[in-house]
T-cell receptor, first 112, second 111 residues
Framework: DTGVSQNPRHKITKRGQNVTFRCDPI?????LYWYRQTLGQGPEFLTY????????KSRLLSDRFSAERPKGSFSTLEIQRTEQGDSAMYLC??????????FGPGTRLTVL | GENVEQHPSTLSVQEGDSAVIKCTYS??????FPWYKQELGKRPQLIID?????GEKKDQRIAVTLNKTAKHFSLHITETQPEDSAVYFC??????????FGTGTRLKVLA
């Protein structure tokens, strides 16, 4: 499968715990994005990278969220001290630049 | 800030009829406008896109129109079929390469 992949696909955690998600983009894509989607809503922008540089981070993203793309390939999204409001689908996407934008299957987070 | 508004939020049509979904964007630098279809429990999938140098694009039963002056673009689905039932999202992207999505339209095609 040469598409965007994400792991894990599902994560259930207790409030206050830290979680980390991984995204592997399409190999030749230099742009990588993280979005959050709650039921009935459109994908909400969190942050994006061009190669290893994090170019923008949403103002909605609290300091409990951090993302990295250390070698310009895969990326990780960490949420510290999870809250019930963090429960959502976390979508990763990649793009070769200005153009088509491909989503991964997402990681569904449930915070109990 | 950047914003994309999408209407209607829900749309029901009879099989064979046409469906139209409209979006308005705020960032005048936006120059790429994709549309995504999301089925229940699945990732959004790109179905058609249009760039700012084009006013209309068609792919079989799906077409997209763009009015840059008014900052709005629309998705048109003709001869709707039950398998067209899904949530549709518009998006806009500009010089920052950030994609801003609309809130979605739940389309139901009634057999």
């Amino acid at each position: 499968d040469t598409g965007v992949s994400q792991n894990p696909r599902h994560k259930i955690t207790k409030r206050g715990q830290n979680v980390t998600f991984r995204c592997d983009p399409i190999s030749e894509h230099n742009r990588l994005y993280w979005y959050r989607q709650t039921l009935g809503q459109g994908p909400e922008f969190l942050t994006y990278f061009q190669n290893e540089a994090q170019l923008e981070k949403s103002r909605l993203l609290s300091d409990r969220f951090s993302a990295e793309r250390p070698k310009g390939s895969f990326s990780t999204l960490e949420i510290q001290r999870t809250e019930q409001g963090d429960s959502a689908m976390y979508l990763c996407a990649s793009s070769p630049g200005q153009g088509e934008f491909f989503f991964g299957p997402g990681t569904r987070l449930t915070v109990l | 800030g950047e914003n994309v508004e999408q209407h209607p939020s829900t749309l029901s049509v009879q099989e064979g009829d046409s469906a139209v979904i409209k979006c308005t964007y705020s960032d005048s630098a936006s120059n790429y406008f994709p549309w995504y279809k999301q089925e229940l429990g699945k990732r959004p999938q790109l179905i058609i896109d249009i760039r700012s140098n084009v006013g209309e694009k068609k792919d079989q039963r799906i077409a997209v129109t763009l009015n840059k002056t008014a900052k709005h673009f629309s998705l048109h689905i003709t001869e709707t079929q039950p398998e067209d039932s899904a949530v549709y999202f518009c998006a806009a992207s500009g010089g920052t390469y950030k994609y801003i999505f609309g809130t979605g339209t739940r389309l139901k095609v009634l057999a």
